[in-house]
């Protein structure tokens, strides 16, 4: 089994949490294979390795299935250890802890806001965005402190709030596109977009991570990841 095969990950470019998944992965140097779903017909293998969820992503460890993303990047951080590359989570559990709390809160709070925003529910859209501007507002303040000054949530690497909330700049970019709305707000969150700016260019993100353009189209043509509008019958 080539070292490619060893590492594969079920999965759809445009989901963040597959994104996180391939920063991660990129992060620790690991080769892998994408393995990537067509938008409304599951695959036999995810069925076979995510039964329970049935979602990407998966991460298929010599052929042993792993899922939901955030279990999958404390995987990798605990499996590809190594002194070259620092840790995701720091050695200090309370800063373990807090790093733990605000990932949870960003997958809590991002997807609805994010859903409303691109029209796929009947949410209101002012209230979607005045909801995500808020959370953005404690992810700047949650950026000060944790960061100390340093240019990660991290600290001076890329730790694992990092690439939680990263791979949702992407989505965040584009529904300010598609619902006139600006998010990133130099006046309100300035540490969180320079930070934006800077880990989108990071090597290990900027492939993972495509245009915010290309996330539009990806909206204006499929509806869900699940139910696509004008996908594959
Ligand atoms: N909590 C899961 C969420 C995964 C998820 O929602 N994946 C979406 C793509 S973004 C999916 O597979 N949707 C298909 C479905 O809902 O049936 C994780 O972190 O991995």
Redesign the pocket.
Known sequence: MSEAEAVRVIG?WP????IRVLIALKLKGVKYELVEEVVGKKSELLLRSNPV?????VLLHHGKPI????IIVQYIDEVWSSDDVPAFLPADAYTRAVQRFWAQYV?DKLPPAIRTLRGMDDGGKDEAAEQLSAALQLLEEAFVKLSQGKHYFGGDSVGYLDIALVSYVGWVKAVEKIAGVTLLDKAKVPNLVAWADRLCTHPAVVDAIPDADKFVEFSVTYGS??KPINGPK
Not at 67 to 70: A, F, P, Q, T, V
Request: charged share 25%.
């Open positions: 759809l989901s963040p949490f597959v969820h049935k979602k990407v992503p899922s939901e993303s955030l997958d990841f699940s």
